[in-house]
């Protein structure tokens, strides 16, 4: 109770101070406390004899620092001290800027009491999904905060940190202990999260550690996880609402600025604090703090942002070391963890057999990451963020030194470029007279020492000793830690014996490889000429015996009998000999979710038309190479087939080693991913899954036709106020999607199995004046084959899956072969990562099955689906002017017995058998050696390795990347 | 997220009341071979088309069949040769056998070879994977339910039977899913109208599937069932009760089996009737094979040195990683019925292929190796692939007589019956089929198929739904 009146009236005295501090420095008489209370000391010190880092990289040495009223009065070496300045000894200390951590949440800050309400708003969130733009809502109740908000769950901009800002003290010291005086305090949950504010970290009144309220805008990258699936529950998901709610901010502002023009001519806008309160972000008056998650996600956050028109930096993932390239794209400052993975102690030996290359990888390249970004000229700022245990924070920067960061980019990362990001440079990150005086006081030479014990940080001019070697005997009870245990003088040979120096030893060198080496084009001759092979064109030549093709600059320049050998353009020419060998264009796998990051699905609302495939392409999942093995080019990415209307989907070529944009082939109009029947109406979802509309076949079209007439009515709308200076409707991601589908841009592809659900499409979409894509699996069309034929969509289906649940209980291997003869165009594809690999094979059952011709066989996988998608005037067939996108293979592609060869993508060779072995030997190498070391890390430290659940969490985290490497994903959708 | 979709396809849904089966009912394929068809254009469904209209009956008396390329799998393929059927049995295999006034069929240009076995399988146990109510493979109970027995299970009018028949299936073996020990599997003719009538042998083989050495890592607070969470070493100590209670099991059949041998020499006296260790006596005597199911490494070098206690033959299952241990398994003469050529590669360092290579290594260190789609309801549907695991490990380095071993003799063998199938030899069933190719080769046909010498349907509910649609009208 007395603690708290003396805040408040330290706090009333700090305002007062600040009033007068304008007229002079002496010391106001309102520093007079009240009777009982222990008197303030005063505000002048000189510190002498230290050695002063004024800035990263200048140094001072033994010289003195005055303070005055909280600010830094005068910094040199003749400075005397001032008459009325306590003087402090500083010698044998090294003094810095007071270091800010940009990334405190406020759970780990905050007491637990003051914590609860605040997070919850964010974690907890469940705003039922509202009708506004993403369909239809579920029966849920609204979970959500009472009173006004956005209707998405875990979009709460208006949220501020500081308002709930609520210190604890055992919060505190450990970061006085690791030299820190200032820190943001952000909001760390939720999507578009709310605001961080700077704060001094001193444990004073609330009101007097505010240094800036509003820093940055926070948004992290983090599906909302909740049992009931609240939109948006998928990484795509996140996206697309991110996008909306940015749209959304700026319509906001000019809905208001229009009512308040004409209030009495319109309908009254509604009051709505979170777009209100992203006005700053969106008009770049405040810096967008995104959190991705991974290094794939930093690069599409730096994507969006800019579509958006925002000002940002990222939080780093801590594994940008995955693709350096990606991060600095970005450009962005990066705020960095030094939450290394640690190694687990495991309850048997062999139970390291269960450890994958990437665990090690990502163990080993850990301390390395922020020299890899600070390698790739971007901004670093370090954070304690992640750490379970902070005191690891120094040792770990020592390893991050070891490996490669400069000194210099640590103390800027710790001091000057944090102050710039919260735009406070002019106050803090270096001991230049004007700036407040926050101060980090180390004893010895050096910070990055781990040894080197923090004496004291100063705050706004106050000193916070950190308890320790003079206290240390009243201390050595509470703590038994390795660094109280450190700090006791010992003789400077044992630290040669020291287990943590020979643990540090051991780890300065990185043995893990980068996961990009090895990868991307193995071979890009300017000119290939494969000669006397069998050649599948799948164009109007059909099968050409002992023939040759001739590729030039990426593109087929020629096919036929006895080609030249001379290169038309005098380039130097691959000769491959074709003799006994086959080759067919690239096989294209038109129905596939092989490189999604995170989840297939946006399984929450019943349309999601707003989710983009393409923002969550996964280029660095194992599957790119595995499927290239088996003579794939191009992949067609899919949404699941969670809801009727589902996400737009996504058309890559398999260039491994490219970036997600750089997979992207742009060469068609997009899709969008429609389902229908048991998987839409949640049959098999469980017995929680009854209230989402629709539940019976009935509903799904009533929902369909609802979305259709909705983007019709928009585009009505859009097309009214165009050219007018009326308020144009508001943006919505959903109904501008549907819109692209009825003025023909975008194509739809509809899962569906049975006839009847078919047909109704049919009559649906016609109604709409639509022309379907394809239909997806269609394993029913051929019951209805001269319907979709006539219609002109596509049949693009499996060769012989059936039963796997009761509406495909009448599917039939004969499917393709009914539907071709019938007129339908015909594609068999895989939905499946493992059966993607051997698609040639899946064609040959066409010819198994209804005796289709072993030509139309092969185009099931080449040229028919390049047809459906739209992309046949560049890829599907080896045709003159056409992408060399080919594979070549030991026998016919449709033999069981062939192997493919090599396989190319635009005249550069991405696969190739023989070099298989040696990637695979190499590989296991790289495994073997950071295994050892591994092994013999975990027998130094005591007991094992690490025992902390945290730490063990850490070591097996499996990267989002590679989340479903070994998984076929086709149980996850069709 | 991962295991919560994965229930679209199989999450159990009802079975709606318009459905009705009786619009494709037929009984089960069989036809009397007195009269051959003319060729007909359309090979594959040559015989489903007539067969269907003839009335069961008894096999012929004696059969010639003649003009084919014999894969007598046994011995060398005959190209062409004769096989004479008597009996339902094969009563001769050669370049020419004497015709002994057996009635001729001519099978010119085609290829004669053993029914294939399709071993460890849910076939038979499962019709729609997400129909719960069709679902008879996987039983619950205390970890071991050795008394638990699949041939008596085996709806013989599933509609995916005739349709693994459609490609060469003459055999299978339903598993008994589930624990460690979850029970014993037959040995069952895709053909015949009882469950009785299909059984060829029963019991076949005793279940045990190996636990897992795997340990979950993920941490408490991602888990999905926070209440079953369990830390690395509450794991590490299940996972070795598990063994020991392995060991314990057969320990106790064991004594078991001793104590009734004694009572019956009159040495004590007379034991309690108990069910389940009852149903331990064949394997712990050593007469019945015990199938290990067990797929990575450490469980397979674990079910090894545990079977170096056992006296019973043991196979084994699944054996995804079986290839790290190639020369252990040939020493000890331990087939394998290799489950995962079509698995995507485990680990991070497997090269693309490790699973395709897998069968070749294994025969190269000299294992006997089998193939199996796997026991999963889907792979039931899908049973009839069987032949194309084996021909893409011939595409990466299996002999091609080995992989057809692989789905004849091995299997035959491994379920104790290769004196009756597996080959075409005399003396064995005259359970084999006619193609137009290579069984191997996906593009070929089954055309023609006996079992024990009864000439079988090969229409399926996907041939007759294909000539239903195949003729339906134009419309205006």
Partial sequence: MSRKIASQWVCYLAVAALALGMQGHRASASQLLPPGFRPLPLGTHALTGGRIVIRPGEVLTNGTLVIREGRIAAVGKDVAPPADARVWEMKGTTIYAGFIDLYLPLEATNSAAASAPGEAAAGDGLTASGPRFFGVPGAQPDRG?????????????????????APKAAALAPMHALGFTAGLVAPARGIIRGTSALVALSGDAPNAVVIKPEVFQHIGFTPMESAERVYPSSLMGVIAAVRQAFFDARYYALDQADYQQNPQARPRPEFNPALAALAPAADRKQLVAVEPGSVLMADRAA??????????????????WRRPDLAQATGAAFIVPLDFPE?????????????????????????????????????????TWGLADKKKFRPNLRRALDRGLAEVDALAALTTVPAKLCGVASQLGTLEPGKLAYLTVVEGGSYFDPEAKVREVWIDGRVYPVPGEERGAAQAGASQSRTAAANKPKPAKAAADNPGERRRALQKTRLARSPLEGRGPLAEPKAILIEQATVWTCGPEDRLEDADVL??????????????????????LLVIDGRGRHVTPGLIDAHSHTAILGAVNESSLPSTAMVRIRDVVNSETANLRRQLAGGVTLVNLFHGSANPIGGQSCIIKLRDGAGPEDLVFDAAPPGIKFALGENVKQSGWGDRFVTRFPQTRMGVRTLIANRFIAAREYLARREQASGRSALPPRRDLELEALGEVLQGRRWIHCHAYRQDEILMLIRLMEGFGVRIGSFEHALEGYKVADEIARHGAAGSTFSDWWAYK?????????????????????????????????????????????????????????????????????????????????????????????????????????FDREQEAGRAAQLQAERAALLARAQKLAKLASGGGATSEEAKNSFFRVALEHEFDGCDRRELEE | MRKFISHFRFERAGLPATFNRRRFASPPGRARALTFPRRRGCLSLCGAVWLAALTPGVAAESLLLSGATVHTVAGETLAPGQVLIRGGKIAAVGQTVPADGAAQVDLAGRHLYPGLIALNTALGLTEISAVRATQDSTEVGDDFTPDVESGIAVNPDSELIPVARANGITSFEPVPQGHLISGQSALMAADGWTTEQMTIRNPLALHLFWPSRELDFTPKEKARNRAQWKSLADQ???????????????????????????????????????????AMLPYVRGERPVVVHADEIRQIKAALAWAETQRCRIILAGARDAWMAADQLAARKIPVLYGHVHTLPARDTDPYDVHFRAPAILHQAGVRVAFTLGEGSFDAAMIRNLPYLAAQAVAFGLPEAEALKGLTLYPAQCAGVAGRLGSLEAGKDATLFATDGDILDIRSRVQRMWIAGREVSLESRHTRLYEKYKNRPRPE
């Fill in chain 2, 236 to 278: 590490d100590q299940k996972r070795r009760a598990r063994l020991r209670a392995i060991a314990d099991f057969f320990a106790e059949a064991g004594a078991y089996a001793r104590a009734k041998d004694a009572a019956a020499r009159g040495q004590a006296l007379a034991l309690e009737i108990i069910p389940a260790w009852e």
């Fill in chain 1, 551 to 572: 590729f030039v600059g990426g593109k087929v320049k020629a096919v036929g009998k006895g080609l030249s050998r001379l290169s038309p353009d005098g380039d130097p």
């Fill in chain 1, 145 to 165: 905060p009472a009173g006004p908000g956005y209707a998405v769950a875990g979009i709460t901009p208006e949220r501020q940190a500081v308002r709930s800002y």
């Fill in chain 1, 806 to 910: 009761f509406e495909v209980y009448d599917a039939i291997p004969y499917n393709g072969s009914l539907m071709r003869d019938r007129g339908v165009l015909v594609s068999f594809n895989s939905d499946s990562s493992e059966l993607a690999r051997r698609l040639y094979t899946e064609a040959a059952k066409a010819v198994k099955y209804g005796g289709m011709p072993e030509v139309e066989a092969l185009r099931l996988v080449t040229l028919n689906p390049a047809k459906h998608l739209h992309l046949d005037a560049r890829v599907g067939s080896l045709e003159p002017g056409k992408d060399a996108d080919f594979a070549l293979w030991s026998h016919s592609p449709l033999d069981s017995r062939t192997v493919c060869l090599q396989t190319w993508i635009e005249g550069k060779k991405y």
């Fill in chain 1, 343 to 383: 190694l687990p102690s495991l309850p048997d030996e062999d139970d390291w057999e269960q450890v994958q290359l990437d665990s090690l990888r990502a163990w080993d390249w850990a301390p390395e990451n922020a020299a890899v970004l600070r390698q790739r000229g971007l901004e670093i700022a370090l954070t």
């Fill in chain 1, 303 to 320: 994507r969006i942002a800019r579509e958006l028109g925002l000002d940002f930096c990222l939080i780093a993932s801590g594994q940008e």
